[in-house]
């Protein structure tokens, strides 16, 4: 993949990505969750291109002490954490650093939860073929912490979806999934960032307001079947 043919935004990135899924259009078992919030515009384009239904997966990376945007692992829901191997042993980070983290990972994504559902309760996962989607892998750790929380739900199928991720954390999730979809794979890979000629920041309103058009499509599909 070269700059030329970076991604315009996330939402042509998962009109793109639709286009891999597409064995997955119409299926009322098919539920995508894509983790906020860059994930959540790629999410929504899947579903809507797909017909199927659309969540949030809140999982929330752990930064590294004075050096945030270095991952140094990952929380969600149920008490799941996972970590960068070895940075504990090696003292790199204490412990207390990571429960440290941990708590305000946990803390935020609380919050998250109270803006963005107010109140409509989690999916059921169980017996279901989810999709989990991101903007882009870099470590692969958030969607670790997923991966775990979506398998301990007992889904039927799990496919992991995402743009771009470099190879060795692409190749390494894939071995935890029965599906992995990356359209592309660069070998020279700095930041998700630099794959997209649009790439801002998204916010909670933006989340909140795709989540709700897309709640109601889908409220608008399951009268349509009753």
Not at 36 to 49: H, K, L, Q
Not at 61 to 87: D, F, S, T
Not at 139 to 160: D, K, N, S, Y
Request: charged share 25%.
């Amino acid at each position: 993949m070269s700059s030329a043919d970076r991604f315009k935004d996330r939402s042509h990135a998962g009109k793109q990505l639709a286009q891999r899924l597409s064995t997955y259009a119409n299926r009322p078992d098919v539920l995508v969750l894509a983790l906020p919030r860059g994930g959540v515009p790629v999410g929504f384009a899947i579903a809507e291109a797909l017909g199927v239904d659309l969540d949030v997966m809140l999982v929330r990376k752990l930064g590294m002490p004075g050096h945030e945007e270095y991952a140094i692992g990952a929380v969600g829901a149920g008490g799941v954490r996972v970590l960068q191997a070895g940075l504990v042993e090696s003292g790199i980070v204490s412990a207390d650093d990571v429960e440290q983290a941990s708590e305000r990972a946990l803390a935020e994504i609380s919050r998250r939860d109270r803006l963005y559902r107010a109140g409509r309760p989690a999916p059921a996962l169980a017996g279901r073929c989810v999709i989990l989607v991101d903007d882009g892998i870099a470590t692969g750790l958030t969607l670790r912490a997923a991966i775990e929380i979506v398998r301990r739900a007992g889904v039927a199928r799990l496919v992991v979806a995402a743009p771009v991720g470099p190879p060795e954390s692409v190749e390494a999730l894939a071995a935890e999934v029965d599906e992995m979809v990356c359209l592309a794979t660069p070998e020279h890979f700095h930041a998700v960032s630099q794959w997209y000629r649009h790439f801002d920041q998204t916010g909670d309103e933006e989340v909140q307001d795709l989540l709700a058009l897309a709640w109601r499509r889908q409220a608008l599909r399951a009268g349509a079947t009753d």
